[in-house]
């Protein structure tokens, strides 16, 4: 009931393309919705997240949208770059006490110019 | 200001060696956390510490142990190496351990390699 199921694992988009990162949990208490980029030799950061009160969070050429009924959240990256190569990781975590991240497993995705 | 800052970068290590990866933090955050990276598994939590004093087992504790030095220090002890260690580590820290919504921000991880 911990895990986060992400696919696919792996993702090549042409340069202007839409990626599309699919997640999906099983765990009803998990109300925190964060996904994490990761360049190579560098550590996961932040990219954006989601509460589950909303269906959809948009900031910049990045969009969550979540479906709660589904329990399936997904990252759109809308005119993909070159630079968006990278590894993404979806991850949940319930909003009460002391709170741990569960994350998924990653997408690596590559951009082709 | 550093964030999370980790040594040694790449270690190789024979099995039955013991080593301690080190992490320090100058954002003076209340909890950090040590991950494992492997691949096809994505992140999981060792273990982690929600304050200065206390550390808690995370998913997969077994074969390290940890020390919260002082507020911005958290080493990971590997007593005794084995190859199914062979993993990259993060270190991350977040200022409220309580609050969900804040980021927890990752060093740029040790490479270990286990023969």
């Known amino acids: 009931q911990q895990q986060v199921k992400q696919s696919p694992q792996s993702l090549i988009v042409q340069k202007g393309g839409i990626s599309i990162i699919n997640c999906a949990y099983e765990n009803t208490a998990f109300d925190y919705f964060p996904w994490y980029q990761q360049f190579p030799g560098k550590g996961p950061a932040l990219l954006i997240a989601i509460r589950p009160d909303v269906s959809e969070k948009k900031e910049g050429r990045f969009t969550i949208s979540f479906n709660k009924s589904a329990k399936q959240f997904s990252l759109h990256i809308m005119d993909s770059q070159p630079g968006d190569s990278a590894t993404y990781f979806c991850a949940a975590s319930m909003d009460t006490g002391f709170q741990k991240l569960v994350f998924g497993t990653g997408t690596r995705l590559l951009v082709s110019p | 200001n550093a964030g999370v800052t980790q040594t040694p970068k790449f270690q190789v290590l024979k099995t039955g060696q013991s080593m301690t990866l080190q992490c320090a933090q100058d954002m003076n955050h209340n909890s950090m956390y040590w991950y494992r990276q492997d691949p096809g598994m994505g992140l999981r939590l060792i273990y982690y510490s929600a304050s200065e004093g206390t550390t808690d087992k995370g998913e997969v504790p077994n074969g390290y142990n940890v020390s919260r030095l002082n507020k911005r220090e958290f080493s990971l002890r590997l007593e005794s190496a084995a190859p199914s260690q062979t993993s990259v580590y993060f270190c991350?820290?977040?200022?409220?351990?309580?609050?969900?919504?804040?980021?927890?921000?990752f060093g740029p991880g040790t490479r270990l390699l286990v023969l």
């Open positions: 991350a820290s977040k200022k409220d351990p309580g609050l969900v919504k804040e980021t927890q921000y």
